[in-house]
């Protein structure tokens, strides 16, 4: 059963533009929320994350919105550039645990 | 500079030779897991240790062993290798719950 959803492969936004990825989640025990950006032969890198008692976190360009009535969250980038271009993991976990469960990924490129 | 160091990058091996991939990380992290990656799966926690000598299994550990015998190394044994290990596996660690996770560059894994 996938705790964590990204019911989107992919997505294709014009240079500029805004992206938004979205995520949904089963298990209310989740507390934490992380989006992780990856590039070809390359580990996962920390984009942003957001603690189950805010709602909104913002850092530069890029916002995590979360909705814990709906069990979703979404990634905001505005405006999206071509170096965006990456694969996005969003990642839950519940407090007192390790366990990091992941999405399926959603590949986003950025046109000119 | 803090990191999180996996080896070999890849790796291709006969069915049922026993293999270890190795994992150190320098920012002296209590928590350390594994993951591996595969098309259309996303990330999958295999293990994960919370402390030295503390290790858990996560959602896929059917064929894998772990250890943490110091709080910087978490060696992956595969003890006796099936190709549908075949996959991209990466190691992270974390400094505590609800804090981002650091990645490897990963280790691509074939077994024939």
């Known amino acids: 059963d996938q705790q964590v959803k990204q019911n989107s492969p992919s997505l294709s936004v014009q240079e500029g533009r805004i992206s938004i990825l979205n995520c949904d989640y089963t298990n209310s025990m989740f507390d934490y929320f992380l989006w992780y950006k990856k590039y070809p032969a390359e580990g996962p890198t920390f984009l942003i994350s957001i603690s189950s008692i805010k709602d909104k976190n913002e850092d530069g360009r890029f916002t995590v919105f979360l909705n814990k009535s709906a069990k979703h969250l979404s990634l905001h980038i505005v405006p999206s550039q071509p170096g965006d271009s990456a694969v996005y993991f969003c990642a839950a976990s519940a407090q007192g645990t390790d366990k990091l469960i992941f999405g399926t990924g959603t590949r986003l490129q950025v046109f000119p | 500079e803090a990191q999180v160091t996996q080896n070999p990058r890849y790796l291709i091996t006969v069915t049922g030779k026993k293999l270890t991939v190795t994992c150190s990380q320098n920012?002296?992290?209590?928590?350390m897991s594994w993951y591996r990656q595969d098309p259309g799966l996303g990330l999958r926690q295999i293990y994960y240790s919370m402390n030295v000598e503390v290790t858990d299994k996560g959602d896929v550990p059917e064929g894998y062993k772990v250890s943490r015998k110091e709080k910087r190394n978490f060696p992956l044994i595969l003890e006796s290798p099936s190709p549908n290990q075949t996959s991209l596996y990466f190691c992270?660690?974390?400094?505590?719950?609800?804090?981002?996770?650091?990645f490897g560059q990963g280790t691509r894994l074939t077994v024939v």
């Open positions: 992270a660690s974390r400094g505590t719950e609800n804090t981002e996770a650091f």
């Open positions: 920012m002296n992290h209590e928590y």
